[in-house]
């Protein structure tokens, strides 16, 4: 049984995670600015939790939880490959993504932790404040790794996706929200609308089911690896286009979707991302379960649910 905290633990990834872990009777303490639906519901069926409403800027609350815990995973982050141009202040992402987790290494470091995990996004030229960002802070962990001597290591993530994932419109009360196409997709089919695919539909990610990521990181907290500045993906070495991502949907749900074409977005442009498996197999035996389909199959029955819940 360990002592974790978990930062930006109410968002999306957050909550799988801390199931995840509850289910292995680890003790939970989790730091958040808004309190989601899934980590209430964790708290009543659970008391190996705790929730603190916290802004990670607020250092001395901050250090008091650091220093009654020994592992941390730090997911608290603007994301957003567009909103943090078009929507998001770059001060505020800078600030929360760069200084926010320098102090967290400062503060783990000075406690001694045993393990600290951050996820970061893959190497594109992509320039969006959130990719400069993750870039800048898989940098200064390694720096902690090598030079500070901090157990800290970086998780690489493609296009994570499941249930409890919000979408752009989504009325949750999570303080940022951005678009992801998984969502999206599925929202506007059910509202009747076209799907809005960006360029020609050819760019290429790694699309992940959010059970792998947290079976990654329960691994890596339990075996307590230091990869030095080794970085991990949770990745398989297979990427899929928008419209190989379309055409999966279509087949997990059975339903026809009607497709828009748009010049692509501000912050990307068209690439093609694939991950390296080798660092999972070699540092914590993994290799990923979940294929597209039986993911998507998995994830299609949450957002029917949210729909009716609006009806
Ligand atoms: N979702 C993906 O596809 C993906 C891919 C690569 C990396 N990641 C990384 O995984 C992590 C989690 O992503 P997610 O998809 O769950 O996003 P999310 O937005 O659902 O979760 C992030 C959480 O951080 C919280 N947060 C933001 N600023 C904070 C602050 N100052 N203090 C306290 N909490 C704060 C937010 O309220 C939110 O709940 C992020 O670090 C992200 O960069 C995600």
């Known amino acids: 049984m360990k002592n974790i905290i978990v930062t930006g633990g109410s968002g999306f990834i957050g909550s799988h995670i801390v199931e995840k872990f509850i289910q292995n009777k680890h003790n939970l303490t989790v730091i958040d600015l808004w309190e989601s639906e899934e980590i209430k519901n964790l708290k009543k069926k659970y008391n190996n939790i705790n929730f603190f409403s916290l802004n990670i800027h607020d250092y001395e609350k901050l250090e008091t939880l650091i220093k009654k815990n020994n592992y941390l995973i730090h997911l608290a982050a603007i994301l957003g490959t567009s909103e943090t141009i078009t929507t998001y202040d770059i001060e505020d992402v800078v600030k929360t993504n760069i200084l926010g987790t320098t102090k967290i290494l400062k503060l783990t470091k000075k406690y001694n932790y045993k393990k600290v995990i951050i996820p970061t996004t893959p190497d594109v030229t992509w320039l969006n404040p959130y990719k400069i960002t993750k870039q800048a802070v898989e940098r200064i962990a390694q720096l902690f790794n090598k030079e500070y001597k901090l157990n800290v290591s970086c998780i690489k993530l493609g296009n994570i996706y499941g249930p409890g994932e919000r979408w752009l419109q989504a009325d949750f009360n999570a303080p940022f929200n951005y678009q992801k196409i998984i ?55 297979k990427n899929y286009s928008v419209l190989d991502i379309v055409n999966a949907l279509e087949e997990a749900w059975g339903k026809k979707m009607n497709k828009k074409f748009v010049k692509m977005r501000p912050g990307e442009h068209k690439i093609e991302i694939k991950l390296d498996p080798r660092p999972l197999k070699k540092f914590l035996n993994y290799e990923l379960k979940w294929d597209l389909v039986s993911g998507l199959k998995k994830t299609i029955p949450y957002y029917l649910d949210q729909f009716n819940k609006t009806k």
Not at 191 to 214: C, F, L, M, P, R
Not at 230 to 235: D, K, R, S, W
């Open 183 to 237: 969502p999206s997709f599925i929202m506007d089919t059910l509202v009747k609308k076209e799907i809005t695919i960006y360029g020609d539909g050819k760019q290429k990610s790694e699309y992940i089911y959010v059970d792998d990521v947290a079976e990654t990181f329960l691994r890596m907290v339990e075996k307590e690896v230091d990869t030095g500045i080794e970085v991990i993906h949770v990745g398989r070495g």
